[in-house]
Every structure is written in structure tokens, then in C-alpha cells.
């Protein structure tokens, strides 16, 4: 993900510089890491101080350890470790349609499987969609819009106005195009999101692009004769990182409604593997009789969703130069 | 403390309330302010100078308050009144201009609606009338053309005029009290001369007070009566100008003076270490670790403002000490740079065109804006081992000539030969390693994600693989007279003067022939900036190097080059030897402009060329000379003839009085003869 390249490379370096001094590096591992540790402490510290920022980052933990959960469950142990503290979400072997009861505490769906084992599966897909289609977007987009920004001219026009065109279309309405086109599969939904939201990362990394390009050390780089891909991806790109790492929480939520959309219109995860996009779909026609079918997957999308855009903006906030450099007077 | 006081500050300390608890700003400062005084407050970064006058407005950050003392105005105390009542005061009793003309007029409003809108806010007229006193104002600061002026947007204006709005909207309710934070740090070295004749004027005529507060010396010894010297939140000397620069009693204010480059044959002698941080002062005297007379009794407490002399320092050891040298006797020593060396870089007929058509259809159409010519035919050299100073005011294009010999910006015309080869064959790998750059923003020049160790890591690559890395870092840190240590940390957690040292070792790195300047010291302290100048000229004549010093400000041309070139409006008007250049300019903009720099010398009266109006828009230049619209001493043929820069050997001159050596002889006799 491109949101760690900052730190990746930071510690390349202090790896590089320790590989030096044998001597003393141990005192280099304090020092250099203790530099880091104290950016990241002041960062951290101005996104706790946020209360609702900590409450959204507690909501996507919950939700990731529980998508890492039956992922694992799934893949390694056939359902195994849900069967063996709850139910099997596969299995049709309730009475159907039955409501909340301590038994079964989010009710039963049509064919009388419980809805909340199932709505612990969704988590999964939820998940991998919204992580993987923004990871593979923002790799994509800021890559184009860093390069745009920086090269400008010839490059930079048609890098943005493919982008401008690919804008023109409701991401949605792309996304279907797309996934219709391809094929209904997990795989191909991500591969459209990834594709749809590519645009949002190359506008935002071409406008920072352009004002750090001007920065004297850009200057300096070219004077050293750097070349191009060094100037690019070690001197402008890192400092493009904060607007598209927060960028790329908020589009976590709408990757995730997204997925929910497109498994409601039945055109991406296929049964039985349960989405909650699909849960939703499956229960709107008993919304009248048994709305416990689409209200707790659609309860799940809507706390997932804000608690990502929560530590959005806590991001924004966090990493806002003008937040958090020190004020001394 | 006398009754009659205009203003009268006494015991005033200012706090501010960050994450590591209380830090105290200003302590103890106590000063008066007669009507018609002109008090200069000056000072180091970090002083608390300005905080000091924001204490004295009520103009303190949230975080900070007024902890004890007091402020009173014609007897009634600031520091009690209420935001309300203080805004009363503000503008109408006392008023403030800032130091950036740039960010401190709204730039979605006209001049006149910005005048009018304050003394409306403060006076009881009809909004004609208003307007009226805003022509007149604009009138007073010596605006041309006040009607048109009035109806213009801040954008539409230059920096000097932008000054001169702000110190109309200043006067527009007649204060009593004008507080002025460096406000001429921002402009030009003419534009400077122009603002604080007209300060001056104003505050004369009309009997304000002015409490004018800098960092230059020179600007306090050329408008001010009297002086606090202000180090670490105290003042540590107060007294009258003539005074206080001429015998010091404070060995702070001797050091400062003694540091600070002047256009006169000395060297400045340099004050060594830095401010401590408002956190991290000592006990005892805060200057004691940086005394070359301190002694254990400087250490125990805070020496108290006592009276030595005529005037008053905070020194234990004033009596001791006597009266101090404010002037370095270390004579300069003149270059040694034989002027047979072999040439560097020559640059024929350079020209730069900036054209502000960037889209397609501008560039098909007719008409439009004609192209600015940043650099318009600059022939210039550079010897091997030789400094050459490139002086000029903003707007002259000598930073763009310094681009231009680096291939950062492409050249429009011309010529520039490296190394006996035109730069389009010297291959980019040489080229890269012979000449590097040196920035002027200390802040803006390294890479904020990069720690020190990796920008210098990435160079010294670049230039040599096989290297051993850390080595060679830690051998150009402590080059540069930075701890090796150093390499860890991240730029901001560094000072401006360590952040600039790193720039020079980043050049450094690739083991250049030639380093090409930026107007390095432009953005530290005067004692910062010394270190460093100290530390180029080092490294110059240790490793061999030459150099391009790009400058605005002509006492550090003075101290470090040994030839000088200046440059107006894109052109080199005068090249000259830089004894020669200073003891007898020839071409008058040299001349004003060496007389528009502020002496720090209260006894050196020097006779002010005052330079009128401004640099001319580049993209429409004058007819003839570039320089005849603002030339005191144009002639008619200036109007259409255009001057070549002709001389004789080293030094020429681009001047129709210069064109006949005789003449020029006639004119540098009497010149020297002053001297």
C-alpha cells in the first residue's frame, strides 16, 4: 500500500546507515527510530485527542478482526471455528424466517440460517473489497497523478484528461459497466473499483505533486542530476502521502457501499458466500414481515462506513501540517 | 519615570502556555515613550521583540498573556481593558504596521475601501468624505496617482506601495503611537531607503511616537533617537542611538554591532553561538554562555538595567568593562585571487524569456502580453577560484542567471561556456558533479520526509558509489561544522542556520568546482549569517572552489566576493573589482544603491541617493537604458540610446556617462577624494 512508503523508506535508510557504524548502532537504532517514533507519538497524539476519530478506529478494528476471522475460517478450517461457538452460516437449519431471540440474537432469514453468523462472514467481503480495490486504486492513481504533477506538459494533459473522462461517469454506473463486462466475480468487483476510483487518487496526488514540485529541494535533487523515477518516488511522492492516505480511508466507506450496491443488484459475490449487499437484497421483500434480515447487514454497512470516514477526517486532521507542528508562541 | 510619558511600559513580562508548560517570552521589559520619539527596538530572532509590541497592543496569541507589569497610555493601564475597549484604542491612539505587506491587505477588497473602512470604524464622517482622506492619504505616503490608486485591488500593487498603504491605513485616525514590526524587512534595499524617509516624515510632521522594531542595526542607527537592545526576553541595554552604537556597555550590543558585515574596510568580527531557546534560558545573565567577559557572578542572577554611562545596561560587570569597541578593527583582508586564473564559466548574450501565454490559443493569437525577459543579455565570468557577487534588487533576474548556469531553467538565447565547452556538450553526469547550488529558503531546500543522513546519503551516491557512505556523511557534516550526529535527525527539528549548513554539504557532496549561491543568509540572524559566510569562505578557499554569491544585500557582497557584478531589470549595469566597485561606484544605480544600505554607524552621515519609484514592469522595459526612468542623473540620449556594458579589462560599466573614459575618469576622482 502506498500509504507505508514513508516509512518503508525510512527505515531502508536507517538500515543503510547502521550497515556503516557497527560501533554504535545501537545508539543509531535509538536515535533514528526514536526520531520516528517521536513524528508518529505527535501524529497519533492529535488523532486521539479527536474522540469521535478514536471511536472510528475502534468501529474498523472490530470490523477487521472479525473480516480476518472468517476469512481464516473459511480458507483454513471449512467453517470450523464458527461451527464449533456458534452456528454455521451456510447451513439452512433453522426454522426460517424467525425473529431475534436469545437464540438467535439478529433473527433467521428465508431458508432459516442465522443472520448474524452470517453477517460476521460479510465482514469478510466487505472487507477485502473496500481494502484491496482502494489499495490497488491509490497504487494506480498516484502513481499517474505524482508523475503528472511533476512532468506536467504533454504528460500531464493526457494523464488528466483520461482521468477527467473516466470522472464523467457516476462511479457506479462505471463500476456496473465494468463488472458486467468482466464477469460477476469477487475478484472482477475489485479489479472495477479499483479501476473506478483511480480517478479520486490522481486528482488529489496531481495538485499536491504540483506545489511540492516546487519546493527548493526538488530543485536541489535536480541540480544533484537525480533522476527522474528518484525525484518522482523518493522526493515528491513521500511528501504527497498525507491528503491520499486520508483519501483513501474515505473511500474504504464508499468502496464498501459500493460492493453492497452491486451484490444488491446480484451482480457481484454469488451465493451462498454471504455480502452484506446481498443480506440486504435477500430481505427487502420481507422488509413488512422480517426486517431483521436487512436491517442488521444494513446496520453493519452503516456503522463500518462512518467509522471509516470518522478516521478519515481524524487523519485529515492528524496530519494537517498546520495542526501539528508545534506552536511555541 | 516621568509623567508626561506617551506611553509607558514598566516591568512587563509575557508568558505563553505550550505543551512543555509555561514559557516566559518577555521578562522584566520596562521602557517610555515621549511624543516625537522615535524608539528602535532591535534584536535577534527569538528576542521577543515582536512579542513585546504585540504584549504592548494586546495583540498576543490565544496562548500567551500578559503574566505582571504594566502598559499605560496617557494613564490609563492596556493591560486591564477589555477586547472591546483595547479595540478602541488600537487604530484610533495607537497603531501597528506589520511586517508583510503581502498577507496583511485583504486581497478581495480595493485600497480605498480598506482605508475607508478604518477610519469610518474610528471617526465620525460620511463615507465622501472618507473617501476624500483616503486620496489624501494615499497622497501623504507619496503614492502616485492617489485617484487611481484608490480604486486598485493589493495584487495591482507592488511591495513598496503595498508599505505605503498599509502606513496610510496606519495614519489614516492619527495615532499618537505608530509601532512598526520590521517593516521594511520585506522590500528592497531602495524601497527600504523610500519607506523609512517617509516614516520618518510622518512621524516628524506629526509629533507621533514611533516604536520601530528590527533586526538591523543599520535601520535603528539611520531612523531612531533612542534604543532597547533586547536578548532572551530582556533588554540588556537602553540609551540613546548615538550612545548606545557608538559606546556599548553591554558586551551583547558590542557583539552584535561588531558582527554585523558593513560596507566599511573592516571584517566583522563574530559573535559566536546562539540565542538560547525561550525554554532553555540559563540562570544568571542568558548571554553569559556566549561572553567572551563572563565570569562566575554572571551565573548566579539576572543582572538588573542599571544606569553606566549615559545610558543603561544589564551587565554585572559594566563598571569593570568600560565603554566597548562597537567596531571591528580586523582589517579585511583583500582578495588574493589573482585575476590570471583560467576562465570557469562565460556566458555569452544569455537571455531568459518567461512567456505568461501557456495555453495554445494564447500562443496563436495576436497581441497579448509580451514575454517577460527575466535575464536580457547578460555576458558574464567566472575565473577559477574566484567569488563573484551578483547583486540586485528583487525583479533583476539574477536568481534566474543563476538557474540558467545550472541547466535548472533553459536558456530563451545565448551562450554559456563551462570549462571551454558550450554547455550543451558538457555531459549532464559532469555537469551535475562540477557545479551545485546552495538555496535560499532554509525551509523549503531539504526534503522534510528525508533525514539529514539520507539527503546527504542520496548525493554522495550519486557522486561515487564505492564510497563508504556513513563515512562520508559524517566527513561532510562535520565539514560544515555540524555534529555528526546530526545525520539522524529530520530538517525541522533543526535551526535555519544548521538547515542551511546541511544545503551546503548536500553541494558539497558531489565535490564541486563551482557553487552557485542563492541568497544563502538571507533568511538568518546576523550572527547566524556571519557563521555561515565564515564557513563558505572556508570551504571556497580549502577545497579550491568558485563561487556565484547571489545577493541582495550589499555588506555581505562586500565581505565575501572578490569581484562584484550588478544587475537591473535583467541586465549587468556595472563588473567591477569589489574594492574598486565600493570605493568608487560608476554607474549611479550602483552608487544609490550602495548609499540606499543603512549604516549601523550613527556617526558615518551618509548622504542618501533616494532612489525615486520603482523597477520598471519587465515586460515592457524603458526604450534606452533599463535604468532611465529612476536615474538621477539621466540625460536626454538616455531616453533612446541603449548602453552597452564596455570597460576596460576587469571593470566596465553599462552607462552613457561611462561610455567616454575621460569622463569616467573625472567622475571617480571626486569619489575617492570624499573617502
Known amino acids: 500500500m502506498n500509504g507505508e512508503s514513508p516509512s518503508n523508506s525510512a527505515s531502508d535508510t536507517s538500515e543503510s546507515v547502521i550497515d556503516g557504524t557497527s560501533d554504535t548502532s545501537e545508539s543509531v537504532i535509538d536515535r533514528s527510530s526514536s526520531a520516528r517514533v517521536r513524528q508518529l507519538r505527535r501524529t497519533w497524539r492529535g488523532f486521539r485527542a479527536n474522540s469521535l476519530a478514536s471511536a472510528g478506529l475502534v468501529v474498523v478494528s472490530v470490523v477487521v478482526v472479525v473480516g480476518v476471522f472468517s476469512y481464516v475460517d473459511e480458507a483454513l478450517f471449512d467453517s470450523a471455528l464458527i461451527k464449533a461457538v456458534y452456528y454455521s452460516p451456510f447451513e439452512p437449519r433453522f426454522v426460517p424466517l424467525e425473529g431475534p431471540s436469545p437464540a438467535h440474537p439478529f433473527g433467521t432469514d428465508t431458508l432459516g440460517r442465522d443472520v448474524l453468523a452470517r453477517t460476521i462472514y460479510g465482514a469478510k467481503v466487505s472487507i477485502q473489497v473496500a481494502v484491496t480495490a482502494v489499495v490497488v486504486a491509490a497504487t494506480i492513481g498516484s502513481a499517474l497523478g505524482v508523475v503528472a504533477g511533476y512532468a506536467g506538459g504533454v504528460v500531464e494533459t493526457i494523464v488528466m484528461r483520461v482521468v477527467d473522462v473516466m470522472l464523467g461517469f457516476p462511479a457506479l454506473v462505471l463500476a456496473i459497466g465494468l463488472v458486467a463486462a468482466l464477469g460477476f466475480s469477487l475478484t472482477n468487483v475489485i479489479i472495477a473499483l479499483g479501476i473506478v476510483y483511480v480517478p479520486q487518487f490522481a486528482r488529489i496526488a496531481r495538485s499536491t505533486a504540483l506545489s511540492v514540485s516546487s519546493e527548493e529541494y526538488v530543485d536541489a535533487a535536480r541540480a544533484l542530476g537525480y533522476s527522474t523515477p528518484h525525484i518522482v518516488f523518493r522526493e515528491v511522492l513521500p511528501n504527497c502521502i498525507s491528503p491520499l492516505l486520508v483519501q483513501a480511508s474515505l473511500l474504504m466507506a464508499f468502496a464498501i457501499i459500493a460492493e453492497a450496491s452491486l451484490s444488491f443488484l446480484g451482480l457481484g459475490v454469488q451465493p451462498p458466500t454471504p455480502t452484506w449487499g446481498q443480506m440486504v437484497s435477500d430481505g427487502s421483500g420481507y422488509l413488512t414481515s422480517a426486517p431483521w434480515i436487512s436491517l442488521f447487514p444494513g446496520g453493519a454497512i452503516f456503522v463500518t462506513v462512518l467509522g471509516f470516514n470518522l478516521v478519515g477526517d481524524g487523519l485529515r486532521d492528524a496530519l494537517d501540517p498546520r495542526e501539528s507542528t508545534e506552536r511555541r508562541f | ?675
Open chain 2, 1 to 675: 519615570m516621568s509623567d508626561h510619558s506617551l506611553l509607558s511600559v514598566e516591568g512587563l513580562t509575557t508568558e505563553f502556555a505550550t505543551q512543555h508548560g509555561r514559557i516566559t517570552a518577555v521578562k522584566d521589559v520596562s521602557f517610555d515613550l515621549e511624543p516625537g520619539e522615535r524608539l528602535g527596538i532591535v534584536g535577534e530572532s527569538g528576542s521577543g521583540k515582536s512579542v513585546t509590541a504585540r504584549s504592548v497592543m494586546g495583540l498576543l496569541d490565544e496562548n500567551g498573556r500578559v503574566a505582571s507589569g504594566s502598559v499605560t497610555l496617557g494613564g490609563r493601564e492596556l493591560t486591564d481593558m477589555s477586547e472591546s475597549e483595547l479595540g478602541d484604542v488600537r487604530g484610533s491612539e495607537i497603531a501597528m504596521i506589520f511586517q508583510d505587506p503581502m498577507s496583511s491587505l485583504t486581497p478581495v477588497l480595493t485600497v480605498g475601501t480598506q482605508i475607508v473602512e478604518t477610519i469610518l470604524e474610528h471617526r465620525d464622517v460620511s463615507e465622501t468624505d472618507a473617501r476624500e482622506r483616503a486620496i489624501e492619504l494615499l497622497d501623504r505616503v507619496r503614492i502616485p496617482d492617489p485617484e487611481s490608486v484608490v480604486d486598485a485591488y493589493p495584487h495591482e500593487l507592488s511591495g513598496g506601495q503595498r508599505q505605503r498603504v498599509l502606513i496610510a491605513i496606519a495614519i489614516s485616525t492619527d495615532p499618537d503611537i505608530l509601532v512598526a514590526d520590521e517593516p521594511t524587512t520585506a522590500l528592497d534595499v531602495t524601497i527600504q531607503a523610500q519607506i523609512l524617509d517617509l516614516l520618518v516624515e510622518l512621524v516628524d510632521d506629526r509629533g507621533m511616537g514611533l516604536i520601530q522594531i528590527t533586526h538591523d542595526l543599520g535601520v535603528v542607527a539611520e531612523t531612531c533617537d533612542n534604543v532597547a537592545v533586547m536578548y532572551a526576553g530582556r533588554i540588556v541595554e537602553r540609551g540613546p542611538v548615538s550612545e548606545v552604537f557608538v559606546t556599548p556597555r553591554h558586551p551583547y550590543t558590542a557583539g552584535l554591532l561588531r558582527s554585523t558585515p558593513r560596507i566599511a574596510d573592516v571584517e566583522p568580527d563574530l559573535l559566536a553561538g546562539t540565542v538560547p531557546d525561550p525554554g532553555e534560558r540559563p540562570t544568571g545573565c542568558n548571554f553569559a554562555s556566549r561572553c567572551s567577559h563572563a565570569t562566575d557572578d554572571c551565573r548566579t542572577g539576572d543582572p538588573p538595567l542599571e544606569r553606566a554611562g549615559n545610558h543603561e545596561a544589564a551587565c554585572v560587570r559594566t563598571a569593570q568593562l568600560g565603554p566597548l569597541e562597537p567596531v571591528p578593527n580586523v582589517q579585511r583582508h583583500e582578495s588574493d585571487h589573482s585575476a590570471s586564473t583560467s576562465t570557469l564559466i562565460d556566458s555569452n548574450d544569455v537571455r531568459k524569456e518567461f512567456s505568461s501565454a501557456d495555453s495554445l490559443l494564447d500562443r496563436l493569437l495576436p497581441g497579448g502580453d509580451p514575454p517577460v525577459k527575466a535575464v536580457d543579455g547578460v555576458d558574464v565570468s567566472l575565473a577559477e577560484g574566484e567569488t563573484l557577487g551578483l547583486v540586485g534588487e528583487s525583479g533583476s533576474g539574477k536568481t534566474t542567471l543563476g538557474r540558467l548556469l545550472l541547466e535548472l531553467t533553459d536558456r530563451s538565447d545565448g551562450e554559456i561556456r563551462f570549462d571551454g565547452r558550450p554547455l550543451t556538450e558538457v555531459p549532464e553526469d559532469e555537469l551535475r558533479s562540477r557545479i551545485q547550488f546552495v538555496f535560499q529558503d532554509p525551509n523549503s531546500s531539504l526534503n522534510p520526509r528525508q533525514t539529514v543522513g539520507t539527503i546527504l546519503q542520496y548525493a554522495v551516491q550519486k557522486h561515487d558509489e564505492g564510497v563508504d557512505v556513513d563515512s562520508r556523511v559524517r566527513e561532510l557534516l562535520r565539514e560544515v561544522g555540524l555534529d555528526p550526529e546530526t545525520r539522524h535527525d529530520y530538517p525541522h527539528q533543526l535551526s535555519g542556520g544548521q538547515k542551511q549548513r546541511v544545503g551546503v554539504a548536500r553541494a558539497l557532496a558531489v565535490d564541486p568546482d563551482v557553487i552557485v549561491a542563492d541568497e544563502p543568509t538571507s533568511a538568518l540572524d546576523v550572527s547566524v549569517q556571519g557563521q555561515l559566510l565564515e564557513l563558505l569562505e572556508e570551504i571556497k578557499l580549502e577545497r579550491g572552489l568558485s563561487m556565484l554569491f547571489i545577493s541582495h544585500d550589499l555588506s555581505v557582497i562586500r565581505h565575501i566576493s572578490d569581484r562584484v557584478a550588478v544587475m537591473y531589470l535583467g541586465r549587468l549595469v556595472e563588473v567591477a573589482a569589489t574594492e574598486e566597485l565600493f570605493e568608487s561606484p560608476r554607474h549611479p544605480y550602483t552608487e544609490a544603491l550602495l548609499s540606499a544600505v543603512p549604516d549601523p554607524d550613527p556617526r558615518v552621515d551618509s548622504e542618501r541617493i533616494i532612489l525615486e519609484g520603482e523597477i520598471p514592469d519587465p515586460k515592457r522595459p524603458p526604450d534606452g537604458c533599463n535604468f532611465v526612468t529612476r536615474c538621477p542623473e539621466a540625460m536626454p540620449e538616455c531616453e533612446h540610446d541603449d548602453p552597452k556594458l564596455v570597460g576596460d579589462g576587469e571593470d566596465s560599466v553599462a552607462c552613457l556617462l561611462h561610455n567616454d573614459a575621460t569622463r569616467a575618469d573625472d567622475r571617480r576622482r571626486p569619489k575617492a577624494d570624499r573617502e
